[in-house]
């Protein structure tokens, strides 16, 4: 598949040679003398031979049969004709309101055509894109309502906008914005699909163990404190545990511990002296 300026350029020199045959015709028609296509291939060859300097390089015209056999190179041929050694002048656009207008409008066409003729590059198709469009501005000033109306020159203003944005050189209207995706759309299930949905989850809930729950308490009573490990109740958040009580020790005699102390002075005293270790 060919790149998509290449295709635009070849696009942009058929719609030149559509305009060409266009403005040939409505020029051929308007003028005084024979309408047909064979008089126009008459007036073709005998301008060749009057003028085979600017009629030479030229397609032969001997099999043409139709207006659409018919390309831009010979429709402006015709057209931009100086007539200057011609034994019957035409002055085909010389017949016009505006003939200035009408010249640059054709000679802005063939320059279009001749660009997308030769486009080998993008630099090229976009070139050849603006040139077009330059075209269709040209036409419309010198032929709107005429040669073309206004429906045909909405449509090269159309395509005139295409090929710029194909080739890369922007356009005159703005993209459409970018389709939006569509809103996701939740389906709750009923019915039938609902119940499976439950007899699903009950069976994965039955395979797959869940820790205890302990039961909510009732109505408004308060739920009762956890009791910690080891059977030892929690003291309660913001206040002191009560202390456990001390043990109270048997009080002992202050005389009977003086007793006992002055018995065992005598014993060691009594021991002492029978092992003749006190003098007395």
């Not at 202390?243 to 002055?262: D, E, G, H, K, N």
Request: proline share 9%; aromatic share 4%.
């Amino acid at each position: 598949m060919p790149e998509e300026y290449l295709q635009a350029a070849f696009e942009i020199k058929a719609s030149c040679d559509e305009i060409s045959r266009k403005l040939l015709r409505w020029h051929w028609e308007s003028r005084p003398g024979p309408h047909s296509f064979d008089a126009l291939l008459d007036h073709i060859r005998r301008r060749q031979e009057e003028s085979p300097a600017y009629y030479g390089h030229m397609p032969d015209v001997g099999r043409k049969t139709g207006w659409q056999q018919l390309d831009t190179t010979i429709c402006m041929r015709v057209l931009l004709d100086p007539e200057s050694d011609a034994a019957a002048p035409l002055d085909l656009l010389g017949q016009t309101a505006h003939p200035g207008a009408a010249r640059r409008a054709c000679n802005a066409v063939r320059t279009a055509r001749n660009e997308a003729a030769h486009a080998s590059d993008r630099a090229g198709g976009g070139q050849a894109a603006i040139l077009f469009d330059e075209a269709v501005e040209c036409v419309e000033d010198a032929y709107a309502g005429t040669a073309l109306s206004g429906r045909e020159l909405e449509e090269y203003y159309r395509l005139s906008n295409d090929y710029l944005r194909r080739c890369g050189v922007g356009g005159k209207e703005a993209a459409p914005p970018p389709e939006q995706p569509a809103p996701e759309v939740h389906i709750h299930p009923t019915g039938e699909a609902r119940q499976k949905a439950a007899a699903r989850r009950k069976a994965e809930e039955g395979r797959q163990p869940s820790p205890q729950k302990q039961p909510a308490p009732r109505g408004g009573d308060k739920a009762a404190p956890k009791q910690p490990r080891g059977g030892q109740s929690a003291p309660r958040r913001g206040g002191r545990g009560k202390a456990a009580p001390r043990q109270r020790q048997p009080a002992v005699s202050r005389a009977a511990l003086a007793a006992l102390a002055a018995a065992l002075l005598i014993g060691l005293a009594a021991r002492a002296a029978g092992m003749g270790l006190l003098p007395f």
